[in-house]
């Protein structure tokens, strides 16, 4: 298969995945997992951030669509998507002449768990603080980040456990 038909069919299963079927579990009133950002995690690297910037903030708002939400998916999901480049030279000390034979499943677990939880973290942080939009409810933010973050570190783990090949 080529690559803008996998980007598509990936951006387009994320988008579905998540409106028709992740946004209807709440668990305990803190826990809803929102695993679309696995599209700023499988997204291959290039110097021209341009598109997937366009792409990020797409799949958010039409999240931000279906879940009446007001565009904080899709300012959460632009906001990860912009920092990945400077987590890929942190974690994987990866410069702009590797982006073309960078792989995530190719870097060791550690580094992996490093990037992913670190970019999940921040996007729910960023998520529940404009949801709850209030100091008052600080305790309640820190809740839902931490608790949503677990579930969705769970599901996007086991997912990549599940569907990639043994090499």
């Known amino acids: 298969m080529n690559k803008p038909f996998n980007i598509v069919a990936l951006f387009l ?33 290039k110097s021209n951030r341009i598109p997937f910037l366009f792409y990020s903030f797409l799949l958010g708002l039409f999240i931000d669509f279906f879940s009446d939400s007001g565009g904080i998916h899709a300012f959460s ?4 998507a912009y920092l990945r480049l400077f987590f890929v030279r942190i974690y994987f000390r990866k410069v702009e002449t590797d982006y073309s034979f960078f792989k995530l499943s190719s870097e060791s677990f550690g580094k992996n768990f490093n990037f992913v939880v670190t970019l999940t973290l921040i996007h729910h942080l960023i998520y529940f603080s404009f949801a709850n939009f209030s100091f008052q409810n600080f305790s309640n933010v820190l809740l839902n980040t931490l608790f949503s973050s677990i579930f969705t570190l769970t599901l996007y783990f086991l997912g990549t456990y599940i569907f990639t090949k043994n090499e």
């Open 77 to 80: 999901i632009l906001f990860i």
């Open 13 to 45: 299963f994320l988008l579905f995945l998540q409106v028709f079927v992740l946004n209807n579990i709440l668990f305990l009133g803190y826990i809803n997992p929102y695993l679309y950002i696995t599209f700023v995690f499988l997204y291959p690297l």
